[in-house]
């Protein structure tokens, strides 16, 4: 079946530098959704795309799907250690509102 | 007040025990969820729940028995507890396909 990829699997990030995680499919997805973990947490929504392109910005966030709608990508800039935590793509299908996730890229930073 | 939450937060339990983890969410959504996180982080959808008819069932050995009341909560009981069964489990609701909240989790440990 299909699989959402992301990556990197780890990424360590020297604070006040900017980083980007990326999600890849092989096949259209109809949209995407990012969530964010801290270590110990569960997971909370960040953002949804759905549109080819769309871009979309939380304060030093900006997420972007791309035009085939086969990749995302979330740049974070200026990290900070309240970065710390996994963050997942998922692809929500309209069959049984199923939500599957990608396997995420956990995010330590370094002070 | 908590949107989605579950109970316990923490459960230590041997092999062969019979368990249940409750969820309850406040938030009015349709659809509850069962996910599974294992030790590498990767979130897995075990059950979906609308308004109390059962949608999604992944591949999830029958130990495992969800139950929903009312569309306002959803339990999970395990029966023989192995010690692969260890992990966290979240629950989930949302609203068609709208962002998931999730609750904090239950850590199951099989000992």
């Known amino acids: 079946g299909q699989q959402v990829m992301q990556i990197p699997q780890y990424q360590h990030v020297q604070e006040g530098e900017d980083f980007t995680t990326y999600c890849n499919s092989s096949t259209t997805l109809s949209n995407i959704q990012w969530y964010k973990q801290r270590p110990g947490g569960h997971p909370v929504f960040l953002i949804q795309l759905v549109k080819s392109g769309e871009v979309k910005k939380q304060k030093r966030l900006t997420f972007q799907f791309g035009e085939a709608k086969k990749n995302s990508s979330l740049h974070i800039t200026a990290t900070q250690t309240t970065d710390v935590g996994t963050y997942f793509c998922?692809?929500?299908?309209?069959?049984?509102?199923?939500?599957?996730f990608g396997g995420g890229t956990r995010v330590l930073v370094k002070p | 007040d908590t949107a989605v939450s579950q109970t316990p937060k923490y459960l230590v339990t041997q092999m062969g025990n019979d368990k249940s983890i409750k969820c309850e969410q406040n938030l009015g959504h349709d659809t509850m969820y069962w996910y599974k996180q294992d030790s590498k982080k990767f979130l897995k959808i075990m059950f979906s729940y609308n308004n109390k008819e059962l949608i999604i069932n992944e591949t999830v050995p029958n130990r495992f028995s969800p139950k929903s009341p009312d569309k306002a909560h959803l339990n999970l009981h395990i029966n023989s507890l192995e010690l692969g069964d260890s992990a966290v489990y979240f629950c989930?609701?949302?609203?068609?396909?709208?962002?998931?909240?999730f609750g904090s989790g239950t850590r199951l440990t099989v000992v």
């Open positions: 989930a609701s949302s609203q068609r396909r709208e962002s998931y909240t």
């Open positions: 998922a692809e929500i299908k309209a069959a049984g509102n199923k939500l599957t």
